[in-house]
């Protein structure tokens, strides 16, 4: 020990503790005027975000932890200034880093911006049922990266906030009732208003199914091989859209048969004209109809 004490100039090493005591105590009352400025503007600065409409989750993502860490990062640099470091210098180098660090995150900090564009705009809402990215759900969670959502078929599916504001999203809860639409086809030869007498008849009292707006039934092409036609029932639960959309569907095939009307599969007529003799030759009947009936020639 005595040979430590030897090669440390005490004196001096006293001395210059004590020339640095002021500019210590300068960056640790830095450090507590930010930290004391953090604690005191905190609430009010939720209370203006609050107002302006914004979502409770970025409200604090933006307190908690930007705001807070703005106020730490000016805190520390003022503070290390105060110590004689070379902040220019410093700061040059986290902007280095920095930019490396973005591009080495870049797909979350996509993902990060996208988040604080779902907070802002406010699409939808936990509890909402949404169709996005070919998943249809109730929204269970959001965070800043990803949106959670809970399928019908009880899977939990992490959809990336990126992905979300780049496709087309459909809220089936943002207004409240939701119109279900059903296709059915009839024949030509059936009576549309009867078929509509019974459909309505049928999905009037499924469960589920809103008794106003009441529903109804239109016409909506004369296809190839039937007459399309829309079951049009409104529901208050977007949460039960599949269920009705079943439960429509099967009750409107039901009410059809028992009405007698014909729900004709997918057919093709086919008229022949001018068949040439030699082609006739060639069947394998020889020149008679299938079951021994002559087929006369054909005229030209």
Not at 97 to 121: H, K, R, Y
Not at 237 to 260: P, R, Y
């Amino acid at each position: 020990m005595d040979w430590l004490l030897k090669r440390i100039d005490v004196d001096r090493f006293v001395n210059d503790a004590l020339a640095y005591l002021p500019s210590i105590f300068a960056a640790f009352v830095v450090l507590f005027v930010f930290w004391l400025a953090y604690r005191v503007t905190r609430v009010s600065f939720r209370a203006i975000l609050r107002r302006g409409g914004l979502h409770e989750t970025l409200i604090g993502m933006l307190v908690d932890n930007i705001y807070k860490l703005v106020l730490i990062v000016f805190g520390v640099v003022m503070a290390a200034d105060q110590l004689g470091v070379n902040v220019g210098a410093a700061l040059a180098g986290l902007g280095v880093a920095g930019i490396a660090v973005g591009f080495a995150a870049q797909d979350s900090l996509s993902n990060t911006i996208a988040g604080f564009v779902v907070f802002w705009d406010k699409p939808f809402e936990v509890g909402d049922w949404v169709t996005v990215a070919d998943q249809y759900g109730r929204v269970s969670e959001i965070t800043m990266r990803s949106t959670r959502i809970r399928t019908n078929n009880n899977t939990y599916v992490v959809i990336p906030n990126k992905s979300i504001i780049d496709q087309v999203l459909v809220n089936h809860s943002k207004h409240g009732e939701t119109r279900i639409d059903v296709p059915i086809g009839i024949a030509y030869k059936e009576s549309i208003p009867a078929a509509r007498k019974a459909l309505l008849a049928a999905v009037q009292g499924l469960e589920g199914v809103a008794k106003s707006p009441a529903p109804d039934v239109v016409t909506t092409e004369t296809a190839d091989s039937s007459v399309n036609l829309l079951v049009r029932v409104w529901i208050d639960d977007a949460g039960q859209e599949q269920a009705v959309f079943f439960s429509t569907l099967e009750a409107s095939k039901i009410a059809l048969d028992a009405a007698g009307i014909q729900i004709p599969y997918p057919h093709l007529q086919l008229f022949v004209d001018n068949v040439e003799d030699r082609v006739w030759k060639r069947l394998p009947w020889s020149g008679s109809a299938p079951g021994g009936t002559e087929v006369p020639p054909a005229r030209n």
